[in-house]
């Protein structure tokens, strides 16, 4: 049995790995190309390859789900096309042991996406955004396109470059009144962190009295805020991006300031139930080789994967947003398309297990 065990768990986790090459692989692709219409005479096609290859470790947690569903495809798939499985069978192995025999290896698969997603994947993630934005950066404009914003009460800020070591590039901070009036507009160039409050190198502002306008200028001021270079490491970084324990502090920070945080939660909980997909896309994949379609070509099925892919994913992505506009807890969201994808596996694998 143990034999069995390491050739099937041996089988499904090589077509996994193949799967994620080939997806990344094609990332690398379609990122260069992506970049294209960026470069320029700092922005080179080496820095943008750079960019794009510091951005993967993202997309391997992204895609995990997809690889993991096409891989069990493959991988059951190929011992179905060689009449292994069927051996398999007759040495008294029950389905529901071969399914298990498959999970696991996804399962280790899953639990490094995971480790990569929260240790990795972050720090790899600011790195890509920084390095491009300080490439792409104008020292003559505020601004850039490719800064972020936070709003922090009555005060709005702009970022257009953020390093993981608590440094900061182009830095406007607009403060209004109660009435939505604006106050004052500052800039500074580079910003440092203090331990307990930011430091503003080359300054300019631009105070609004009603009827007049008083400029000021200084080679450094202090910003009091609550932001640390812990908080801003999660602000630069898309929601999806980020790890759930970054994930898990953003959160509190958002409530404590009375924002909103759906957005936010929903990506943790899509985090926290990878383990729960991976378990119900592998019952599907599951199901298409022991199930209605066990008679049809290797190519059928892997399309039928494929599809039933495509739908997982288009779902997830829709009652996400979903969420956020109705207003439905994003828990809910994220276990819908999970929930349905266990149904449906278990419904057309009963007959078989």
Known sequence: MSIISRYVAQQVFAAILMVLLVLLGLEVIIGLLDQTSDLTGRYTLTAALYYTLLTLPSHLAQFLPFAVLIG????????????????????????ARILWLALRPALVVTLCGLLVAEFVAPQCQQIAQSYRALLLQKKDISISEYGLWHRE????????AVKPSGELFG???????????LQSALFALRAVYEGD???????????????HLEHFSAPTQRWETQLSPQLLNILVLDPAD?????????????REQGSHSGEYELALWNKLMQPLATVSLVLVAASIIFGPLRQS???????????????????QDMLGPASLVFGFPPALASLTPIGISLLAGFLLLRRRL
């Open 72 to 95: 069990c495809l493959a991988g059951l798939g190929s011992l179905a096309s060689t009449s292994e499985l069927i051996v398999i069978r007759t040495a008294g192995v029950s389905v």
């Open 171 to 181: 830095v406007t901070v607009f403060t209004l009144d109660n009435e939505r009036h």
């Open 197 to 211: 409050h930011w430091i503003f190198e080359q300054v300019r502002e631009t105070r609004f009295h009603g009827d």
């Open 153 to 160: 009460g009555n005060r709005f800020v702009h970022f257009n």
């Open 242 to 254: 980020l790890s759930i324990s970054g994930l898990w502090r953003y959160v509190d920070f958002l």
């Open 297 to 315: 070509s290797m190519g059928a099925r892997v399309f039928a994967g494929l599809m039933i892919g495509i739908v997982f994913r288009i779902s």
